[in-house]
């Protein structure tokens, strides 16, 4: 691609694809920019005007927003803490050899492959469930209490349950990185005296951070708009107590009709997730360029 | 001090034996090379010595004290990786650091240290940089400092400069020479090259399939293999072995001379035949010569001897110099 003619000809040739990405993304984003501005509530067709940043002020002083945000983060980072520990863990012991192996990789993997809905209902119907529920028969058979999951830490369960269902990617990607680590470094570090938890500290994590950090930045992109599994379980509640973001903009747009305020709250989302992104990139975003 | 001694030192993966019983005595201060085709088992018996490969039988005895089944770092050993296996997140500093770190020294200890290894390894101006930033020579030597700062017992060399290029390999070769003369450290080093086995080595070990073909210092192996084996790759160019008709004449199933051992000459001698390729080197000229009744046979002259393809050639073999060999591959 050396010339000017065949770089004119590539830009030409890429043109189609990129303009299609481009409107596919600007479209939906001006139109949520517009209907922000707009009075505009499907209880009320006809009646749309202008009113300035009057859903953003409703937006961001409703005190449902500063609780559905302390929700995201603490979803967010709680399911990050589960996944990356946990995968690390399983990598570790996935990366051992023994008796099989191939079907036990499988299974960890499993999870992945199962729709957020689905999971969610498995793991209130069949798990968490106060009265059916296999957490609750095992509570009792110990002579304890059973939990009632979603009415005392539901926020928690909310985190289980999506941790369960990332923890295959994170293993995944660390395995992966674990597997690419040069053998006669391990031995090298054998002969120079470290043990099995220095060999960890100074050889392996290290060895795994950029793995670590792409799974934070691409999990967390992820887990900013948990969903599903919020709607099939426990509907924000009890109360807004697992009401995240992406849950409060849905109750605007269809619970309450007012898709005015909803989009002025999808471009707060927005621009939070851009902050987020900024902060991640500044904090660990370094590791990738080594 | 650092004596070491193998007894009856065997290994084997499941039911294939690759090492079948070793004996091998290892004075402390001496440079021991194991030399050998690849596959015969040298690297394996280096990491056994090491600890990073257990034994299927027999004793390794470390300063007189049987370390056998201890681990890698219990038995005072330093070793040189192939591929250099220094850790790729830590600055030179932090590699050469990491065995006394590791051994729980105090920080000014290991400042020292750490700084004096540098100095004897020409790396004072790269402490602070990373593996990835040197080049290949540097980064052996990072290796080798990693493996000084600890005063280990022994060193131990596995194929540690086939990475580097020519030149470079020459001088790294002298380099370590240096080293083994100012530490006086036993140093047991690995090669499939015959010239870094020759021109380093106190005592030569030629390994075969496993098995100890003999044990030597460079010029006793040079002047009297004890079989074919050894004859054949030891000395550069390869020793001409020849059989058949002219080896009976002698009496012997293997007749061995030298290309060096052999006179040229272009109007009489005891050989007569072809010259075929002719290699110059500007000090040396091997010549590839096709001789009636033997076969090809490679002879040694100076570089000013001039041949062309094809040109009718004698050559006449030193009498006092030729190898003799039974029918079991033994010298007679």
């Not at chain 1, 053998?183 to 043990?195: L, R």
């Amino acid at each position: 691609m050396a010339t000017l003619q065949t770089r004119a000809t590539a830009r030409i040739m890429m043109s189609p694809a990129v303009i299609l990405l481009f409107l596919w993304m600007i479209v939906p984003l001006v139109m949520t920019l517009y209907f922000s501005f707009l009075r505009y509530n499907l209880l009320m067709p006809g009646t749309e005007e202008y009113i300035g940043f009057l859903n953003y002020q409703y937006f961001l002083t409703d005190p449902a927003f500063f609780t559905a945000l302390a929700n995201t983060l603490i979803l967010v980072g709680g399911t990050l803490l589960i996944t990356v520990i946990g995968g690390i863990l399983l990598a570790l012991v996935l990366d051992q050899p023994f008796f099989g192996q191939g079907i036990v990789r499988l299974l960890v993997i499993a999870p992945f492959f199962v729709m957020p809905t689905v999971s969610a209902l498995v793991w209130k119907n069949m798990l968490m469930h106060p009265v059916n529920g296999l957490f609750a028969w095992i509570a009792r058979s110990f002579g304890l209490q059973p939990i009632d999951w979603f009415a005392q830490v539901p926020l928690f369960s909310i985190i289980l349950i999506v941790a369960w269902q990332w923890l295959p990617f994170a293993t995944l990607i660390l395995l992966t990185a674990l597997q690419s680590l040069d053998g006669e470094q391990k031995e090298a570090a054998e002969m120079d005296g470290a043990g099995a938890i220095s060999r960890f500290i100074y050889l392996v994590l290290p060895h795994l951070s950029r793995a670590i950090t792409v799974v934070i930045l691409i999990q967390t992109i992820f887990l900013l708009s948990v969903f599903a599994e919020i709607l099939v379980t426990t509907n924000g509640g009890p109360g807004i107590q697992t009401t995240n973001i992406t849950y409060l903009i849905y109750m605007q747009a269809l619970l309450q009709f007012d898709v005015g305020g909803a989009s002025a709250g999808g471009i707060v989302a927005v621009v939070l997730a851009n902050i987020v992104a900024f902060f991640l990139i500044r904090l660990i975003g370094k590791n990738l360029e080594r | 001090m650092g004596s070491i001694t193998l007894e009856k030192v065997s290994k084997s993966f499941g039911t294939t034996s690759v090492i079948p019983e070793i004996d091998l005595e290892i004075h402390d201060g001496e440079f021991v090379v194991f030399v050998g085709p690849s596959g015969c088992g040298k690297s394996t018996l280096l990491r056994m010595i090491a600890g990073l490969e257990d034994l299927s039988g027999g004793r390794i005895i470390i300063d007189g004290k049987d370390m056998s089944s201890e681990a890698p770092a219990k038995r005072g050993l330093s070793m040189v990786f192939q591929s250099y296996a220094l850790y790729p997140h830590m600055t030179v500093y932090g590699n050469i650091a990491f065995p006394l770190k590791m051994d729980g020294q105090e920080k000014s200890v290991i400042d020292k240290k750490v700084k004096d290894a540098a100095h004897i390894l020409n790396l004072t101006n790269y402490l602070e940089r990373r593996p990835g930033q040197l080049s290949g020579g540097q980064r052996q030597r990072v290796a080798i400092g990693r493996a000084i700062v600890r005063q280990p017992k022994a060193f131990l060399f596995d194929e540690p400069l086939s990475n580097l290029d020519a030149a470079l390999r020459g001088n790294m070769r002298l380099e370590i020479s240096d080293l083994h003369h100012q530490l006086k450290t036993t140093m047991i080093y690995v090669t499939h090259d015959q010239v870094e086995a020759m021109t380093m080595a106190d005592k030569i070990v030629v390994l075969n399939a496993g098995r100890i073909e003999q044990v030597g210092s460079p010029m006793e192996l040079y002047r009297n293999p004890k079989n074919v084996f050894v004859a054949g790759f030891i000395g550069s160019p390869r020793m001409n072995l020849i059989e058949g008709a002219e080896a009976a004449k002698h009496k012997v199933t293997t007749l061995g001379v030298r290309p060096e051992h052999i006179r040229i000459s272009t109007t009489d001698g005891e050989w007569k035949g072809k010259v075929g390729v002719t290699e110059h080197l500007g000090s040396d000229t091997f010549i590839h010569t096709q001789i009636d009744g033997i076969g090809q046979v490679t002879v040694r002259t100076d570089g000013d001897f001039d041949t062309r393809h094809g040109q009718p050639i004698f050559l006449t073999p030193d009498p006092a110099r030729l190898h003799r060999f039974g029918a079991d591959g033994q010298v007679i």
